[in-house]
Structure formats: C-alpha cells, structure tokens
C-alpha cells in the first residue's frame, strides 16, 4: 500500500510516519507534502493508495484541493479541527480522526480500507461500461484542418502555451486539446504521460535510461525536442506500463 502524507507540520509528519513504519509495516510512504499548491501538483500526476490529510495547510485549507484536481484515493483525515467532519466525508473521506494522533485510531481507519475501499471499487469496476478512448486527433495547419488516427501518433507534448501532436513520421501539428484532457481520454495502455507537459505512445519510446536521483531519461522517436525525464515518483508507474502491466 503506497501511502501519501499531506501535513503541514514536520513533528506531525514525523509522528505518522513513525505510526505506519511500526504498525503497518506492508505500507509504504511515497511522499510528504506541505502545501495545497504541492499537493495539486503531486496530485495531476501521481496515484496513492491512501491519503493521509490535514486539514489546514501551510497555504490554506485542504478542501481547496478538490476544487483544482480530481481525487479518488481514500482519504483519512488528520486534524486538531473537529467542525469539518461533514465536508470531509464529501470527498473521498474513509476516516476522520482527531489530533492528538493516537496509534489504534490510525490503524483502525486504515484497516477499513482493505475492505470498504478496494472491495467496491472491484463491484463497481465490473459493472461500469468499458470507456471508450479517443480514436483520432484533429490538428489545424493554416487554412487546413486534418486528422491523425491513434495508431499514426508518436507523442503530444505542451509549449509556449500551445499542444502539439507529432505524427510517427515526424509531422507536427497545433491541435486544440490540453495535455490534461488528452490524458483522461487516451487508452493508458498505450499512452503514458512522462512529464506534465508530454504524452508519449509506447511505439515512441526508443531509448529508457537511468539518469541521477533514480529518475529515468528517456528518448523517443522522432526525436524529442528538449530533456524528457521520468520524476522517481513516476518510475514504477512508468515501468509497469512499460512491462503491460
């Protein structure tokens, strides 16, 4: 269980981490955040198992979170505040346990979610309709406006405000679609977002270095204008897509 800490607070940042390392040894911290403003970046672009929350942070209060990027971790919230309890429960909350911590508490809202979270998550998986991925692009060229199947893009990527798409013979073309939006509607089967700004089809990836800080280089075909790094946060992620997983 891969577990991310949001609190403002170093001792009570410390204090979790000492609870998980002792009582659920199988879990694992991925990260520590301070902020709401880190915790919207970490968020659009890295997954958890759980969260662990405060609910006053060093730039303001964790429900503004919600409003900026969409998460579906269980949420277990962690605060001196006892008059938030209805709003957290709105989103995601699994747990609302109040400060000081105290180590049965933690572990009982944990072990909620072994059954609570993951095993409706598998009911409504199979019931849900198969989502259906975008198949084609639309790009405009001047005057021109064109299509590129799925099957004929090398890779997206973001600059100077702008989306590109590049095709496999190494065409590129503005297209009118954010790289967020691409990335809910692309088969994550054969695409992967590498950075915030760039989306690449596992037929790009030439070349997958290890590069200082346990991140990944990678290089792609065509070539990538510019150093594409996979973050250490990303790199199981990245090398499970990568094995099909």
């Known amino acids: 269980m891969n577990i991310l800490i949001i609190e403002d607070e170093l001792p009570a940042q410390e204090e979790l981490a000492r609870i998980i390392k002792k009582c659920i040894p199988q879990a694992h911290i991925i990260d520590m955040l301070f902020s709401v403003e880190d915790s919207i970046k970490w968020l659009s672009e890295n ?16 429900f503004d979170i919600f409003d900026q990027v969409e998460v579906t971790t269980p949420i277990i919230f962690t605060t ?3 008059q938030y309890a ?20 933690l572990v009982a ?26 198949s084609r692009v639309a790009f405009r060229s001047g005057e021109r406006i064109g299509y590129l199947s799925i099957d004929e893009i ?15 013979d190494g ?10 939006s ?22 790009s990836i030439e070349k997958v ?29 990245f090398i499970k897509w990568l094995d099909g997983e």
């Open 109 to 134: 809202a944990v072990s909620k979610l072994s059954y609570s979270h993951y095993n409706m998550k598998k009911l409504i998986d199979h019931f849900k309709p198969k989502k259906e991925y975008r």
């Open 47 to 62: 997954e958890a198992d759980l969260i662990l929350m405060d609910i006053h942070l060093s730039d303001g209060i964790c």
């Open 154 to 168: 090398a890779y997206f990527f973001a600059e100077d405000k702008l989306t590109y798409v590049v095709s496999k």
């Open 80 to 82: 001196a505040y006892d």
């Open 209 to 237: 270095s290890r590069y200082f800080n346990s991140r990944l280089k990678l290089s792609l075909k065509p070539d990538y204008n510019g150093e594409l790094l996979v973050s250490r946060i990303r790199v199981p992620k």
């Open 171 to 180: 065409k590129k073309h503005i297209i009118d679609h954010s790289i967020e």
């Open 182 to 203: 691409l990335e809910q509607q692309l088969d994550p089967k054969s695409f992967f977002r590498i950075t915030r700004g760039c989306i690449a089809s596992i037929d």
């Open 86 to 105: 209805i709003n957290a429960f709105k989103v995601n909350g699994i747990g609302y346990i109040l400060k000081p911590i105290m180590e049965d508490e």
